[in-house]
Structure formats: structure tokens, C-alpha cells
């Protein structure tokens, strides 16, 4: 049998899709823009409702999205869903399964939850898992706001985007870890020769917090001495950028709180983002 107009048609869509993330993958360098870039571009192939990529926690059954592509009057899932309020699918997905299905109301793994489907304009879905070292740990999904048929060479297509995706994903990620090792390795390198002529503690310290803080892009990089009481502390030196104020001074450690007091007592870092 010769190949008919629709297939043919089907095959250039097809085509132009994956020539569309090929362009998306040499003009982006951040993983999470080419994700939503990847979704975009199936969201608008298929002319679906939303199509996104989240990151999974299989033991909270749970899904984050920080972004995802939403056709004109859908909103955005942005944020975290929990899986067992839509159905037991993620059972499908802990096997690593990829998830189909037309209707929610129809189907057996989501028939008891299909008006939340519903509400969330996803009667109609395709959860492509996304695998790294052996295990799940994203998601590809596409959705739809009503019923809808999904084709065996469709469900494929998703596949082949996912896996594109994932591998340059994982290219950019080792990319990135090399640059920040080798920044890494030349600050220790600029560290260890300008301390180097110093010729007592504190002159050490105005280098470091001095390299520190210019390295890591801050306001105020500083250095303290603990009292025997293990609360007051004098931060006898530091580096400020322009435009921001000294904070040399003597403290007490309660005064930031009970974080603070807990983590350092224990003698673990605090870090407030």
C-alpha cells in the first residue's frame, strides 16, 4: 500500500518538530529553559492544553513544576501535586511505565478522580517518565482538557522528545559541573598565592573574605571570633562591595534567633537563601 496524503503530512509535522528542538537544544544552555522548551513545542504540535516537565519524588508520590506551556485560558500547575489525589497511575509510574489515558472518566486508575482532572484541564494525558542513572526522576507530561485519542506513533514522538531532552539535559548539567570545578580549582589556585606573602592571621582573613566574596558575587563577607560563653562573638574583619556597610562589631548569637543558636551550636552550617 503507497503512503497516503495524511501520512505523509504527519511525517513533515513530525519532522519539523524535531528539526524545532534541535535548534531549541544548540541555542539553549539552561536545563530548565530547554525543558519548557521541549513542552512548548508538543504543547503546540498536538494543539493540547498544556504540556509541562516536573521533577518526581516517588516516595512522596508527589510532583514540582516550576514552569509549564498553557494554551490560552489554562492555567498553570506550577507548584506541587501530590499523584494520589488524581488517581493510581503513579503506581504505573513507580514500575517506570508510561502512562496513557483518553478519558478520566473511563478510565480505571482515575475514574474516582476524574472531576479532578477535570478541574485541572487534564481528561486526557501522557505521563512520559524520565529516567536518569536507572531511576525515575522527572516526568514529561502532556494534557488535555477533553477526551482524547492518543495514537501508538503520538505516544511515540513523545518518547523520542523526552529522550532528546533528557540527554541533553544531562550534557548541559555535566557542562556546567566542569566550568564550576574549573572556577573552583582557579579561585583555590588565586587563594593559595595571594595569601601567600601574609604575615599574620588577620592579614590571611582580609585576603580571603576579600577573594571570597568577589568569587561568590556578595554584599559582606566576614569573620568572627566565638566568646568562651559560646553566644557573643566580634567580627573582627570584612570584605563589603561598594555601597554596602561594614558589619565589624561585637554580637550576641541569640539575637538571630533560634535557627542560628541551634544550627551553630551543633555545629552545622546556617544557610538562608
Not at 508538543?42 to 498544556?50: E, N, V
Not at 493510581?88 to 489515558?101: A, C, H, M, N, P
Not at 474516582?112 to 485541572?120: F, G, M, P, Q, R
Not at 540527554?167 to 564550576?180: G, N, P, S, W
Amino acid at each position: 500500500m503507497g503512503v497516503t496524503s495524511r501520512e505523509r503530512s504527519s511525517e513533515v509535522q513530525r519532522f519539523q518538530l524535531l528539526a524545532g528542538l534541535g535548534d531549541r537544544i544548540r541555542e539553549i544552555d539552561d536545563p530548565a529553559e530547554l525543558a519548557f522548551a521541549a513542552a512548548e513545542l508538543l504543547g503546540k504540535h498536538f494543539g493540547i492544553s498544556r504540556a509541562g516537565y516536573g521533577t518526581i519524588d516517588l516516595e512522596k508520590e508527589t510532583i514540582v513544576i516550576d514552569r509549564d506551556w498553557n494554551a490560552p485560558g489554562i492555567r498553570s500547575l506550577a507548584g506541587t501535586l501530590n499523584f494520589r489525589d488524581y488517581g493510581s497511575y503513579v503506581d504505573d509510574l513507580k514500575r517506570g511505565e508510561t502512562v496513557v489515558f483518553e478519558n478520566a472518566e473511563t478510565d480505571p486508575r482515575t475514574h474516582d478522580h476524574a472531576e479532578a482532572l477535570k478541574a485541572i484541564s487534564a481528561q486526557s494525558v501522557i505521563n512520559m517518565p524520565v529516567t536518569e542513572r536507572g531511576g525515575l526522576v522527572a516526568l514529561l507530561y502532556l494534557n488535555h482538557s477533553e477526551p482524547r485519542h492518543w495514537t501508538p506513533a503520538e505516544v511515540a514522538l513523545v518518547s523520542e522528545v523526552a529522550d532528546r531532552t533528557r540527554t541533553a539535559i544531562e550534557r548541559l548539567r555535566a557542562e556546567k559541573a566542569l566550568r564550576e570545578n574549573a572556577e573552583r580549582l582557579a579561585f583555590l589556585d588565586r587563594l593559595g598565592r595571594e595569601i601567600s606573602p601574609a604575615t599574620d592571621a588577620d592579614a590571611v582573613m582580609e585576603v580571603t573574605t576579600r577573594l571570597l566574596g568577589e568569587h561568590l558575587g556578595v554584599s559582606i563577607c566576614a569573620y568572627a571570633d566565638m566568646e568562651p560563653d559560646q553566644d557573643h562573638f566580634t567580627i573582627r574583619g570584612d570584605w563589603s562591595a561598594p555601597g554596602s556597610p561594614s558589619i565589624r562589631g561585637y554580637y550576641s548569637l541569640a539575637d538571630f534567633g533560634r535557627l542560628a543558636v541551634g544550627n551553630l551550636t551543633a555545629n552545622r552550617p546556617l544557610v538562608i537563601n
